[in-house]
């Protein structure tokens, strides 16, 4: 019986949290449901003209994909439904393939969701969740400033009034704009400026209020007035057919299909990286535990149920899931009912779209790229690490220049070069004992140090594997002809969390070069792993026993019992506690300061 509950709770989650549910959380997912519902009106309607769809398919996103996406994913919180991101790689991608906003255009898009929900379902099946991890903070932070200028670059004809192609290049979209700047028609630009002095506002002063609400009813009121007085009609974005998603069939042939594979990788990478960090994000503030593998299920289905109700391809919002846990929102009923408060107010308003200025939805989405470009995140990736500096300047750039699809995976390739380069090239460094720490902590030399005649102390930080071999054998090397007159070399290796079989080979090596030029290579401080792989080896037995110590007190007292008492009694350095130890006429004392 208990496994047949662990069996109904991976295929119907939402079992897990029923008990959750009382009047008191009913009624916080309803109040937060409507919220979500207001906020995802301006949204949804902004984000489909931004992807190339009509307008009601950014609101049908908010459905049923919304609702499954609850129900079958693991975040109390989390709201699926149209984003910036991934609207903008349905524009950049299948904009290529077909004209915006046409039947052809709309039946890719379609196919397109299909195919996402159906990887998204099978990574999460096959439980590789984890592979969203690869995707580093530096190439989101790129890739979603970068997409915040496409978004500008897109919708400066529909400010401007202006008509232009559409073309999914950056720079190709402001050279058209640049050509035909004169064109601009005074009218439609005063209802941008209008609209989005009031996004500007109302996100400032009417925090309350969702600002793209305030925005876009200030810009159709603007256009009424306008139109009203005679002085110009505005272009706006028509009715919207329907409060009820209507059915849709994704085109099924193969070639379609083979076309559109690498779009959908593309778009499965982007989609679970928006929505398992909105979860996580959300989960930090409520003490949740997010599933990967079950939030992968959850916009898998989400995105196959809206492949089939008129829906193009949605992840899990940042900005109405951070909406939703501050209305209060308790368990995912809330993102339930916020598809139910659309329909209904859908019904209420539907007559009032043909009143949208497009000029107001460009303003809106300008808004919403501004938010995109974090230039304080940047400048904090630029100052913690030059390679993930590296990694955010060439994603943004790649973003900028060539399609999105093969922009996101050019960022994934360079953070995972930029971590290859790092992990083989682990630091080898020369330490001595610190005489102001009370435990002797072993701190890296400098150029003022004087260092002891006839014990050199190196530390190894990073893991001995065959791609570092080649790097540490030259560290070594440099190492050895700085150094001249030593007797012993001790290689504290408590930074070693992982060697194989070169590694291990490394160390012999540089223990035979070391004996043949008279100088003992002790190690110290091996973890349990390091030691085992060594033993297995037969490295441990070559190297001998007598020079593998369990602590740096251990190989200290050892050495030092080795070292030459002539030069030790000449020698003015005192570097270690045995030194300052020794008696007058050269004789040691038995006992020593333990090391940390």
């Not at 196919?111 to 984890?130: P, Y």
Request: glycine share 8%; with cysteine; net charge positive.
């Amino acid at each position: 019986m208990e496994g047949e509950g662990i069996g109904a709770a991976r295929l119907l989650p939402f079992l897990a949290w029923r008990r959750r549910i009382d009047r008191p959380t009913l009624r916080a997912d309803l109040v937060a449901g409507l919220i979500g519902a207001v906020m995802v009106l301006p949204q949804g309607v902004a984000y489909a003209t931004l992807a190339g769809m009509p307008p009601e398919y950014g609101l049908y996103g908010a459905m049923l994909p919304a609702v499954v996406g609850a129900l079958w994913g693991s975040s109390w919180h989390l709201v699926s439904g149209p984003t910036n991101a991934t609207s903008l790689m349905v524009f950049a991608t299948v904009g290529a393939l077909a004209a915006p906003f046409t039947p052809a255009y709309v039946g890719l898009v379609l196919t397109l969701n299909l195919m996402v929900g159906l990887v998204k379902l099978g990574l999460g099946v096959a439980r590789l969740g984890a592979l969203v991890n690869f995707i580093s903070t530096a190439v989101v932070i790129g890739f979603t400033a970068g997409a915040g200028c496409l978004i500008i670059g897109a919708q400066l004809h529909s400010f401007f009034g202006i008509a232009i192609p559409q073309h999914p290049n950056f720079f190709h979209s402001l050279s058209a704009f640049a050509t035909r700047l004169g064109d601009t028609d005074p009218a439609t630009l005063s209802v941008g400026v209008v609209t989005l002095a009031a996004a500007i506002a109302s996100a400032r002063w009417l925090k309350r209020v969702p600002y793209m609400l305030t925005a876009i009813v200030a810009g159709a009121v603007y256009a009424w007035l306008l139109e009203r007085a005679g002085i110009a009609h505005v272009a706006t974005i028509g009715a919207l057919p329907s409060a009820i998603p209507p059915f849709s069939m994704p085109e099924l042939s193969l070639r379609t299909w083979q076309t559109l594979a690498p779009l959908a990788l593309a778009l499965t990478v982007i989609g679970l990286s928006e929505a398992i960090s909105s979860a996580r994000a959300v989960a930090l503030r409520s003490g949740q535990r997010i599933d990967g593998n079950q939030e992968f299920i959850g916009q898998g289905l989400a995105n196959i149920v809206g492949a089939f109700t008129s829906s193009y391809p949605t992840s899990g919002s940042f900005n109405r899931t951070g909406a939703n846990l501050e209305a209060g929102a308790k368990t995912p009923l809330a993102a339930v009912f916020s598809a139910g408060w659309l329909v209904v107010i859908l019904l209420v308003v539907a007559p009032l779209a043909t009143r949208l200025p497009v000029a107001s939805m460009a303003a809106v989405l300008f808004v919403v790229a501004r938010g995109l470009i974090d230039v304080g995140a940047a400048r904090h990736v630029w100052k913690t690490s030059r390679g993930d500096a590296l990694s955010l300047a060439i994603t943004f750039i790649a973003t900028l220049t060539i399609r999105l699809e093969v922009a996101i995976l050019v960022g994934v390739l360079v953070s995972l070069l930029v971590y290859l380069n790092r992990t083989t090239h682990p630091e080898l460094t020369r330490v001595l004992p610190d005489p102001a720490s009370p435990t002797r902590r072993l701190t890296r030399v400098t150029r003022d140090t004087r260092l002891c005649p006839q014990l050199d102390i190196l530390r190894v930080d990073g893991s001995l594997f065959f791609g570092a071999v080649e790097h540490l054998r030259d560290e070594f090397d440099a190492m050895r002809r700085t150094r001249h007159g030593v007797r012993h070399a001790l290689v504290v290796c408590s930074g070693v969390n992982f060697i194989d079989a070169a590694g291990a080979d490394l160390l012999v090596h540089e223990a035979r070069a070391m004996r043949d030029a008279g100088v003992t290579l002790h190690l110290c401080s091996l973890k349990r792993p390091v030691r085992d792989v060594l033993d297995r080896g037969g490295q441990l037995a070559e190297f001998g026993h007598a020079n593998i110590h369990r602590t740096k007190a251990d190989a200290l007292r050892s050495i030092y019992a080795e070292l030459d008492s002539s030069t030790c009694e000449a020698c003015e350095i005192r570097a270690f506690l045995e030194c300052r130890d020794a008696l007058p006429d050269g004789r040691r004392r038995g006992q020593v300061l333990p090391f940390a």
